[in-house]
């Protein structure tokens, strides 16, 4: 999916949340969402639905924010658009990444021109020590502007995080950037909700498990949850 004001990008995980780089979303730092100030972000997915959706949490150092559906009383028809998506799209559950110094975790970058690029995930710090909400990601190919808040998946085609930083020149034949983990960067209210639906929804962890990664890729570009 697309979102259109700052040319983003986003998913759609278990709960109804869609995440995305806090980067792709307009936001006020100092104060005003908690009184009632509202941003809204319009919405493009690849089935053609339009809707917009209000920022649920936003974290501008590990650059990672979660929308969701906005009141449906004051506006109501982007809540039904929302809602009558969200009934066709599978959602992509989040994967259980275990971190420590010297991990490397094969992944895939959901690129902008919606192709899979090869990347591998890589941790340094001292042995033992607690992870922060962010990771190094080398991709065998350059990831170019408009690909921020697309999805980072593992080999079963489960959520590990989202892109941050992109715009690398289509010349250089690799990149090197930080992205967040969406396990340990998201809040754990969101973590708790999007599990709790994963389990209640039957789908996920066994069948994603079960499929190699050329199956579960191509089931995801097919998929419109990205």
Not at 11 to 25: E, K, R
Not at 42 to 48: A, Q, V
Not at 150 to 167: E, I, K, N, T
Request: charged share 20%.
């Amino acid at each position: 999916m697309r979102l259109t004001k700052l040319r983003g990008r986003g998913v759609l995980v278990p709960g109804g949340f869609v995440v995305t780089a806090t980067h792709c979303i307009k936001w006020d730092p100092r104060g005003g969402m908690a009184l009632g100030d509202h941003f809204l972000e319009p919405i493009e997915t690849n089935s053609g639905a339009h809707f917009r959706l209000k920022p649920y949490f936003a974290d501008p150092i590990s650059d990672i924010a979660v929308l969701g559906e906005p009141d449906n009383q004051e506006l109501p028809e982007d809540a039904d658009a929302f809602e009558q998506w969200r009934e066709h799209t599978d959602p992509i559950p989040l994967a259980v990444v275990s971190l420590d110094a010297g991990y490397n975790l094969p992944v895939h970058v959901f690129a902008y021109k919606d192709e899979w690029i090869r990347a591998t995930l890589e941790w340094y710090g001292m042995p033992g020590a607690l992870p922060n909400g962010r990771i190094l990601m080398k991709a065998k190919r350059p990831i170019v502007g408009g690909t921020s808040g697309s999805p980072v998946v593992d080999h079963g085609g489960r959520l590990v995080g989202v892109v941050s930083q992109a715009g690398g020149a289509v010349s250089q034949p690799t990149y090197d950037g930080p992205m967040p983990i969406a396990r340990l960067a998201l809040p754990a209210w969101v973590i708790a909700q999007i599990d709790a639906a994963t389990k209640k929804s039957g789908r996920g962890r066994l069948r994603h498990s079960q499929e190699s990664a050329p199956i579960a890729l191509k089931r995801l570009r097919a998929n419109k949850a990205i």
